[in-house]
């Protein structure tokens, strides 16, 4: 879900949909409505699930490691990192987005157009989380599931009634799918909108909290049901495959069907593509690492340990890459995967060589590994 990041945050330059302060930059040579479909596909379950699964290794350490040791974990995972690099990439993302908009703008002297304001210390402060906000809001839920934990300990009779039925709806897909769609529907109406914008302000969102917090509390309690885990396989590939036949029709809607209708629109018809699109995405796909990825792999281990570092770096060279290629006489598709392609190396290479084995993988990880090749 991480390394998603890296994809959505390329496609963004080559949309036909203007993204207005969430994404300003765009190649004034290409665009391609096929970038837009793919990031309202991946916006639609990329975070949710995340939310979902940290949830339910929050549980994990809630419960077999005590909400002591769950916190410092916690603390030492999320929070640190989130300041530390919320200072170190504040200036670098300020450069790229200056540079690379004042590029596609043709200004004169782009370089030292774009460096003149950083002799004041106002451009090394933080104005907001970018796109570290899900940590932000990870700590925010983190905090709220730990007390609400603490709570139902000193209720074992609810806990195991909310456990009963969690279990009980769990084993049934066609319910598990329509319950926990009805209840996304009923949050995204009252909310007014049928997906939820990431917030970068320092100011907590009730909407962003709100909508994630209902996520992370579904893992939670899939935790303590994980004897069921097995059963989320069940339908996995039909699951994934009609979420991305509603994605291209809820995209052809928005697109095509004369509506006046954009991914924010607060329509009924959306919401409805939106809560079942997120739960069927949610279900097949986790289903389907449950099915392919439950046997220890090395490759697999060492791309995800990567994927913080990915995650933490990728956004100022998805922004510096596009004006790398941007003149090449090449459509929107192929500047794509170059910049994909690009920030992928530049990630994976400098985690292998300067994170991997050194103090910022155990900073971020929790401990260092040996430098070696890496087998299947």
Aim: proline share 5%; with cysteine.
């Amino acid at each position: 879900m991480m390394i998603l990041g890296l994809v959505l945050h390329s496609a963004l330059t080559y949309n036909v949909t203007n993204h207005g302060d969430a994404w300003n930059l765009k190649d004034p040579e290409t665009t391609n409505v096929a970038t837009d479909f793919l990031v309202l596909l991946i916006h639609s379950f990329r975070m949710p699930i995340f939310f979902l699964i940290a949830g339910f290794f929050g549980a994990m350490l809630f419960y077999e490691r005590k909400p002591l040791k769950m916190i410092q974990n916690r603390v030492s995972r999320i929070a640190f990192p989130f300041l530390v690099f919320l200072f170190v990439l504040a200036p670098i993302l300020s450069f790229v987005f200056r540079y690379s908009n004042f590029t596609f703008e043709a200004l004169p002297n782009v370089l030292v157009t774009t460096l003149t304001p950083f002799s004041e210390l106002y451009f090394y402060i933080p104005k907001g989380t970018a796109h570290l906000w899900f940590l932000y809001y990870l700590l925010y839920v983190t905090g709220f599931s730990v007390v609400l934990g603490l709570l139902l300990k000193k209720t074992p009779k609810l806990t195991q009634k909310i456990t009963e039925i969690f279990s009980w709806i769990i084993l049934r897909p066609f319910v598990r799918i329509i319950f926990f769609a009805g209840i996304t529907f009923v949050i995204l109406s009252i909310l007014g909108m049928p997906m939820i914008a990431p917030s970068t302000s320092f100011v907590p969102d009730a909407n962003t909290f709100i909508f994630y917090v209902f996520f992370y509390l579904v893992g939670w309690i899939l935790y303590t049901s994980k004897q069921h885990l097995h059963t989320i396989m069940r339908y996995d590939w039909l699951c994934t495959i009609l979420a991305i036949i509603l994605v291209i029709s809820q995209g052809v809607i928005i697109q095509y069907a004369g509506l006046g209708l954009t991914p924010t629109s607060n329509s009924s018809l959306l919401i409805v593509f939106s809560a079942l699109i997120v739960w069927l995405f949610t279900f097949g796909v986790t289903g389907l690492f449950i099915r392919y990825g439950s046997n220890h792999s090395k490759r697999m281990r060492y791309i995800s340990d990567a994927s913080y570092w990915v995650y933490l770096i990728h956004l100022p060279l998805t922004i510096i890459f596009p004006v790398v290629v941007w003149k090449l006489p090449i459509g929107a598709i192929p500047k794509f995967l170059l910049v994909v392609l690009g920030t992928t190396i530049v990630c994976f290479v400098t985690y292998h060589y300067f994170v991997r084995n050194t103090f910022i993988g155990k900073f971020l990880n929790g401990r260092k590994y040996p430098r070696k090749k890496i087998h299947q």
